[in-house]
């Protein structure tokens, strides 16, 4: 199969059909073999109605249903593991997106040798203080935090080889960092493409100001995760000893110092309180490192969804 394509979507009934034939066009123009994987992300409207009212005309369409909704992040990671397409594209669904892009990134992918290329809404139809602002903020910072040169790295429209949308999970409101998950998988060659940004046709955006600030919580976690998650031992541990060390040498000049002169009480010499200290931090670091460690080795699979219905997978 050539494509994937992979909509999350939360209370988008009306743009649905019209998305839904937009890409079949496409496609068929193209000849591409394809399957349009629907996540319905706990949408109150009519959403999954619509459908499983479009997959009778069209088979190449399926649908994947939570049972609540669990974010867009969370969407994706399901369509990702359904997904079977030689390159995959996410988009939105509210019609913001032009299907007309696929064939170009596409090609990024097959011929240019891209392993993701992320669209890029470099004229935006959103509203300037509540998006366009902070987004300009937000991904300056993460470009910078991550060495990645993207402009716009919240951009629906992106476009995966298969394997790296295999090998990596998506949680939490992890998806404005795919490109730096990918990235820290090992998959270097991460390209940019201008994309169309079109007015919301239907409905009303789900993502307000607030998005920044779990994004920035996010991308300290993620350094955190990506880094520490799997041996925190490796990182905590080493710190802890090497406190512990500092204190222990300190202690061992405080006893030398006392021999050689009797007079200075112990704990009136400078450098007390930094060995105590030293040894205390050094400890409290160790058994955060064991602590975590335990942690990391039990961990339950953080992508467990409640899923009430398929079609189609
Ligand atoms: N979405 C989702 N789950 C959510 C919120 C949003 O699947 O909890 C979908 C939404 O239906 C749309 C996409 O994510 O297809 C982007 O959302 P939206 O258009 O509201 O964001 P904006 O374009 O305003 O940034
Ligand atoms: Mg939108």
Not at 186 to 197: N, R
Request: glycine share 8%.
């Amino acid at each position: 199969m050539d494509l994937s394509i992979i909509i999350p979507l939360k209370n988008e009934e009306e743009s649905l059909p019209e998305l839904a034939e937009w890409i079949r066009r496409v496609c068929v123009e193209n000849r591409y073999t394809y399957e349009i994987i629907m996540v319905d992300d706990g949408s109150t409207d009519n959403s999954w109605d619509v459908i499983e009212k479009l997959r009778i005309t069209d088979n190449n369409i399926k649908g994947i249903k939570f049972q609540r909704n669990y974010g867009k992040s969370a969407a994706l990671n399901e369509g990702f593991k359904a997904a079977h397409g030689e390159v995959v594209i996410t988009m939105d669904a509210d019609l913001q997106d032009s299907p007309d892009e696929i064939p170009e990134l596409r090609k990024m992918i097959v011929t240019d040798g891209y392993d993701m290329v992320s669209g890029w809404k470099k004229v935006r139809f959103d509203n300037t203080l509540t998006k366009n602002i902070p987004s300009k903020f937000f991904n300056s910072v993460t470009s910078r935090v991550s060495h990645i040169k993207l402009h716009d790295f919240n951009c629906g429209l992106k476009a995966y080889r298969k394997k790296v949308v295999k090998s990596i999970e998506v949680y939490g409101e992890m998806h404005r960092y795919i490109p730096v998950l990918a990235k820290w998988s090992g998959f270097k060659k991460i390209g940019e493409k201008v994309v169309e940004h079109r007015p919301r046709k239907y409905g009303v955006t789900k993502f307000g100001w607030e998005r920044f600030v779990n994004g920035f919580l996010d991308l300290l976690s993620i350094t955190f995760v990506g880094k520490f998650s799997k041996r925190p031992m490796h990182f905590f541990g080493l710190w802890g000893t090497l406190f512990f060390m500092l204190g222990l040498g300190i202690t061992l000049y405080l006893i030398i110092a006392k021999f050689v002169d009797t007079s200075v009480a112990l704990t009136n010499r400078p450098g007390f309180y930094l060995a105590l200290t030293s040894l205390i931090i050094g400890m409290q670091l160790f058994l955060a490192g064991f602590i975590s460690e335990l942690i990391a080795r039990n961990a339950p699979g953080r992508n467990t969804y409640l899923i009430e219905d398929k079609i189609g997978l």
